[in-house]
């Protein structure tokens, strides 16, 4: 049966990769509708090749879910863009292809609940988190999440990293994807955002994730469960792999792809990630264990904070700085609502453009 497929976010990396999927199986997804922000001529130009509506604009990504029904929604905006889409697909009965982790970040408690109750799945599109959910296909109780990192373009670099510019954190060494993200990998505050979506996606303690600096980008991740066995994900870097898999699974489909020559690589090296060069995951661990709203704080001052340094308002290093002053500062509101989600959201914004 034709998969009816809505994608939100459709002109950026992940959008432009799933596309590809799409249009190399064309009796297996229809796309009905794609969202974009404000790249008008491609967004209008995919929507024309693949039959589908557009939709433009801040709101699009609301708009495309409830004028259109879908099997699934891809959600593959940037940062809190995303939340509220993605809750209306839920609602609506849409699985849901989830690339937008700040999603999870934000509101992994209610939206997990939400698509439990509504009777849905929440396919991970990230490629670690579709290596973990790859190798828990066979079952068997989980002891340990292990997520790799490829440590970003300065994992080497001199300890000092406040002069670092735009330039410098958006070239990623492994993978070409949208700036938010690039950012975030440089300082590895995705890395700590995806322990938060693990976490959620897989039900499992935060304690019970671990981060582990991969250089090569070939393991995806690891799981190991209570016998002692780790299973994990290999493939070359490249996302069509596991924005694939989040639409065809339970199945996999044949695609032409860069397979691995192991004997090529050689080697695949792993390490500690340096806590001092990489202060986000410690702040990741701060807001997980302050509890309460303090995730939508965390990922409402990284939103605020790259976007700022992307405009060259702020330095580098002050991304970090700004997470942590909004951490300290923030008024503990008890996460038991979306509303308390968006009021811990609305507080960030606020505080930080006073
Ligand atoms: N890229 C990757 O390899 C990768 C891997 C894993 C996870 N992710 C996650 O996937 C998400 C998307 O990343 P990306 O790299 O694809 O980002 P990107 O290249 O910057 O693309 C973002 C897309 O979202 C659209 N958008 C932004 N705000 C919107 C809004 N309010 N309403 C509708 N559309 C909006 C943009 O439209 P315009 O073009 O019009 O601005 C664009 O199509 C992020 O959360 C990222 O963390 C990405």
Redesign the pocket.
């Known amino acids: 049966m034709t998969k009816k497929i809505i994608i939100?976010?459709?002109?950026?990396?992940?959008?432009e990769?799933a596309i590809d999927v799409v249009l190399s199986h064309p009796d297996e997804f229809k796309v009905v509708a794609l969202?974009?922000?404000?790249?008008?001529e491609?967004?209008l130009s995919y929507a024309e090749k693949l039959g589908a509506k557009a939709?433009?604009?801040?709101?699009?990504?609301v708009r495309a879910v409830e004028e259109n029904d879908a099997d699934v929604c891809l959600t593959?905006?940037?940062?809190m863009?995303?939340l509220k889409?993605t809750l209306a697909a839920i609602d609506k009965g849409m699985d849901i292809a989830l690339?937008?982790?700040?999603v999870m970040v934000m509101a992994g408690e209610f939206v997990s609940a939400r698509a439990r109750e509504k009777g849905v799945r929440i396919l991970p599109?990230?490629?670690e988190h579709s290596a973990m959910f790859q190798c828990m296909q066979g079952g068997g109780k989980i002891s340990k999440l292990i997520l790799t990192a490829s440590g970003g373009p300065f994992l080497d670099a001199p300890a000092d990293l406040s002069g670092v510019s735009v330039e410098d954190a958006l070239r990623h060494p492994s993978?070409?994807?949208?700036?938010?993200?690039?950012i975030?990998s440089s300082t590895m505050m995705?890395k700590g955002?995806e322990m938060i979506e693990a976490k959620w996606l897989f039900d499992v303690d935060f304690s019970d994730i671990e981060v582990v600096v991969h250089p090569q980008s070939i393991v995806h991740s690891l799981v190991t469960f209570e016998d002692g066995s780790t299973l994990a994900q290999l493939c070359p870097p490249d996302?069509r792999v596991p924005i694939q898999y989040a639409l065809t699974w339970p199945e996999r489909l044949p695609a032409e792809r860069r397979t691995l020559d192991l004997a090529r690589l050689g080697s695949l090296t792993f390490r500690k990630s340096d806590p001092v060069r990489f202060p986000c995951l410690r702040l990741v661990s701060e807001a997980v264990a302050a509890g309460g709203c303090a995730c939508a704080v965390l990922a409402a001052a990284d939103e605020w904070a790259v976007e700022n340094f992307m405009k060259g308002a702020i330095g580098y290093a002050d991304i970090a700085k700004t997470v942590e002053e909004c951490l300290a500062k923030a008024p503990k509101i008890a996460c038991d609502s979306l509303d308390a989600v968006w009021e811990a959201n609305d507080w960030t914004w606020k505080h930080l453009s006073r």
């Open positions: 939100l976010g459709a002109t950026g990396s992940i959008g990769s969202a974009a922000r404000s790249s008008k491609k967004c939709y433009l604009g801040e709101d699009s990504a593959a905006t940037v940062g863009s995303g889409p690339a937008t982790k700040e599109v990230d490629s993978w070409k994807m949208g700036p938010k993200v690039t975030d995705n955002f996302m």
